[in-house]
């Protein structure tokens, strides 16, 4: 039996300051060392966006091995990305299912502000919510499982006990087992968000969109008259397929842009 929708935890709230223009929303890079393309374009976009702020709504990293990874030359560099980008505009992180190991103490350390998830977004007069994803993916059971697994503190801990080259080597065995999976026809794949639990996910705190990311299912939908999802395009300019795609909310809605376009001025 999937979990109930009323199961879902409250949303925090964040008002946006008077002034800005442009809110950028993007998630799923899956940042790693094997995709050196996809880093140069996301270093990039973050330095010269136009946008007031950049809301990376989970999954920045493949895998977040725990805070002294910043010791690390690919880690460390990416922590230099967002602090130059957040000393310029405002840079906000709300963790995924593969980077939740990142702490709030950690994102504060490089300018970042820590989203929870979910959380309402209050712009203009927009109401949004912003989540990353994977928690609304209801109907798959053994993910929801080991979701909760992980998300133990006791678990949590048994983890960041281990030797760093450890918990890097672990983490690289957790990635080829997922993309492995993703490859299979269905029921494997990524699952997607429970209609029900994110409408009433939405119907809580008085909001008709939701933003989220995870499922790789770039586009937009509505769920129930009234009731409207926009999911994140993931980013990979390393493969076959290159992609990569802003989402950017102004004053008058919502545009999806590819990453040229959103690096023009306003």
């Known amino acids: 039996m999937k979990p109930a929708a009323s199961e879902q935890p409250e949303a925090a709230e964040w008002h946006t300051p008077g002034g800005w223009t442009a ?36 999954d920045l990293f493949e895998f977040w091995p725990g805070s002294d990874a910043v010791t690390l030359p690919f880690e ?17 992180l709300m963790v995924g299912n593969r980077d939740f190991l990142v702490t709030p103490e950690l994102a504060a350390g490089v300018g970042l502000q820590f989203l929870a998830d979910p959380t309402l977004l209050c712009a203009w007069h927009h109401r949004v919510l912003l989540t990353h994803g994977d928690a609304l993916c209801l109907s ?11 998300r133990n503190p006791a678990t949590q801990r048994d983890f960041l006990a281990r030797p760093l080259a450890e918990r890097v080597a672990m983490g690289a065995g957790i990635r080829h087992a997922s993309e492995a999976s993703r490859k299979q026809p269905p029921p494997g794949g990524w699952a997607d968000i429970d209609a029900d639990a994110a409408v009433a996910s939405m119907r809580a705190v008085g909001a008709t969109r939701m933003v989220h990311g995870h499922t790789h299912r770039p586009g937009d939908s509505t769920l129930v008259p009234g009731f409207d999802r926009l999911v994140l395009s993931d980013w990979d300019l390393d493969g076959d397929a290159p992609r990569a795609e802003v989402l950017r909310l102004r004053c008058d809605g919502f545009q999806r842009m590819a990453l040229a376009d959103a690096l023009q001025p306003l």
């Open 23 to 58: 809110i950028d929303f993007i998630s799923d890079l899956h940042l790693c060392d094997a995709l050196p393309r996809t880093l140069e374009a996301w270093a990039g976009y973050m330095q010269r966006t136009p946008a007031d702020a950049v809301l990376i709504l989970g």
């Open 76 to 92: 460390q560099r990416c922590m230099q990305v967002l602090a130059e980008a957040a000393a310029k505009r405002s840079v906000a």
């Open 140 to 150: 798959d059971l053994p993910y929801q499982q080991f979701r909760a697994w992980t």
